[in-house]
């Protein structure tokens, strides 16, 4: 999420939306056959410059309603992450924004975002042509991520950058609940591994028994007492599960 390419982050934003809109599998599917179209007759050069044309407006029709669906989204969840990120991150600032090679604002009709797209196609022509591949839309499209106010990919530490994921998945969890009407299970994967005990403790404190989580760890004892005790544990030694009532109190 943080620290790979913009694919990732693109990703994310679409998964949330194919739960919350079906038919928004269906139109980034169609938006990626256009892509692919397109791409293929800029590879053969001033021959198909004809062809060309006439997926431009495609292009723009689908990829404006790919991305307005992505900045409403964004825009209702970027201030929950940040609640989040304040809670299990000990107050330091998040910053999530969509960042789109066509600039896009949430109140902008349809009609003028596809102008401006369109004009952006008109500019990077010659680009595309010499790098065979299209250049702009929201397949190119970022999620900008900060903490404190500089680039979480190359200046927050490992621990920031867990922190920052963990606010990310948690406001999703807390979008889809109020969105779906239905708790989705919070699985936590060695979470607390790159986490320092105060980031530990604000993560599985913000947690609490809001939702029903499972998270796997290989040191139990850098659980909080209170905490673990709420808690049902199972250990897996080789291959075999066993429900024991461990205790945090009795240094498992």
Same mark, same amino acid.
């Given at each position: 999420?943080? &620290? +790979?390419?913009?694919?990732?982050?693109?990703?994310? =934003?679409?998964?949330?939306?194919?739960? *919350?809109?079906? %038919?928004? +599998?269906?139109?980034?599917?169609?938006?990626?056959q256009v892509v692919r179209?397109?791409?293929?007759?800029?590879?053969?050069?001033?021959?198909?410059?004809?062809?060309?044309? @006439?997926?431009?407006?495609? !292009?723009?029709? *689908? +990829? #404006?309603? /790919?991305?307005?669906? &992505? %900045?409403?989204?964004?825009?209702?969840?970027?201030?929950?992450?940040?609640?989040?990120?304040?809670?299990?991150?000990?107050?330091?600032?998040?910053?999530?924004?969509?960042?789109?090679? #066509?600039?896009?604002? $949430?109140?902008?009709?349809?009609?003028?975002?596809?102008?401006?797209?369109?004009?952006? !196609?008109?500019?990077?022509?010659?680009?595309?042509? %010499?790098?065979? $591949?299209?250049?702009?839309?929201?397949?190119?499209?970022?999620?900008?991520?900060? #903490?404190?106010? /500089?680039?979480?990919?190359?200046?927050?530490?490992?621990?920031?950058?867990?922190? !920052? #994921? *963990?606010?990310?998945?948690?406001?999703? =969890?807390e979008f889809l609940t109020?969105?779906?009407?239905?708790?989705?299970?919070? =699985?936590?994967?060695?979470? !607390?591994?790159?986490?320092? @005990?105060? &980031?530990?403790?604000?993560? =599985?404190?913000?947690?609490?028994? &809001?939702?029903?989580? /499972?998270?796997? $760890?290989?040191? @139990?004892?850098?659980?909080?007492?209170?905490? *673990?005790?709420?808690?049902?544990?199972?250990?897996?030694?080789?291959?075999? %599960?066993?429900?024991?009532?461990?205790?945090?109190?009795?240094?498992?």
């Open positions: 999420m943080v &620290r +790979g390419g913009p694919e990732g982050r693109r990703d994310w =934003l679409d998964r949330i939306l194919g739960q *919350l809109e079906p %038919v928004y +599998g269906d139109l980034l599917g169609q938006y990626e179209q397109r791409n293929a007759l800029l590879r053969l050069g001033e021959a198909a410059a004809t062809q060309l044309a @006439l997926w431009d407006e495609p !292009l723009a029709t *689908l +990829g #404006v309603r /790919v991305m307005r669906r &992505r %900045v409403r989204l964004l825009a209702r969840l970027a201030p929950i992450a940040a609640r989040w990120h304040a809670a299990i991150g000990g107050g330091e600032t998040l910053q999530v924004d969509y960042a789109p090679k #066509v600039p896009v604002q $949430t109140e902008e009709s349809p009609e003028v975002l596809k102008e401006r797209f369109l004009a952006q !196609l008109a500019a990077r022509a010659v680009a595309e042509r %010499v790098q065979g $591949t299209s250049l702009v839309g929201p397949h190119r499209d970022d999620v900008g991520l900060g #903490v404190g106010g /500089v680039p979480a990919r190359t200046f927050a530490s490992q621990g920031q950058q867990r922190t !920052l #994921v *963990l606010a990310l998945k948690l406001a999703e =969890l109020e969105q779906l009407r239905e708790t989705p299970l919070l =699985l936590l994967d060695d979470v !607390l591994a790159e986490l320092d @005990l105060q &980031r530990q403790s604000h993560l =599985l404190t913000a947690i609490g028994d &809001r939702v029903q989580t /499972v998270i796997t $760890t290989t040191h @139990l004892s850098t659980f909080q007492g209170k905490w *673990l005790d709420s808690a049902q544990t199972f250990r897996v030694i080789r291959g075999t %599960v066993k429900i024991e009532p461990i205790s945090y109190r009795h240094g498992a």
